[in-house]
């Protein structure tokens, strides 16, 4: 039943920054563990970053040192701050539950550019 609209996502140049959000509803959101997710043309969907309910946080190697992954219980929120972003990490970002994500349930995601 989770719900989750990301947002943020748009054109920047490398070495750029952006910030994503993600709004979830349809669970008690506090109990799950989220995570970033993101899928370029032509490729599998990888994951990039996740959070678990008591905040310990992971990353993918390619991400790591640029990307901080947080969450706001109050207001039932995931963002992924990504700085020094390289064209590599051009790809649709989504966010989900891990636990969502295995059953293949996805949202729209949002549209990360790194282009000069």
């Known amino acids: 039943q989770v719900h989750v609209v990301e947002s943020g996502g748009g054109l920047v140049q490398p070495g750029g920054s952006l910030r994503l959000s993600c709004a979830v509803s349809?669970?008690?959101?506090?109990?799950?563990?989220m995570g970033w997710y993101r899928q370029a043309p032509g490729k599998q969907r990888e994951m990039v970053a996740t959070i678990t309910s008591g905040s310990v946080t992971n990353y993918a190697d390619s991400v790591k040192g640029r990307f901080t992954i947080s969450r706001d219980n109050a207001k039932n929120t995931v963002s992924l701050q990504m700085n020094s972003l390289n064209p590599e990490d051009t790809a649709v970002y989504y966010c989900n539950a891990p636990s969502i994500a295995r059953s293949g349930s996805w949202g729209q995601g949002t549209q990360v550019t790194v282009s000069s």
């Open positions: 349809g669970v008690l959101f506090s109990n799950y563990a």
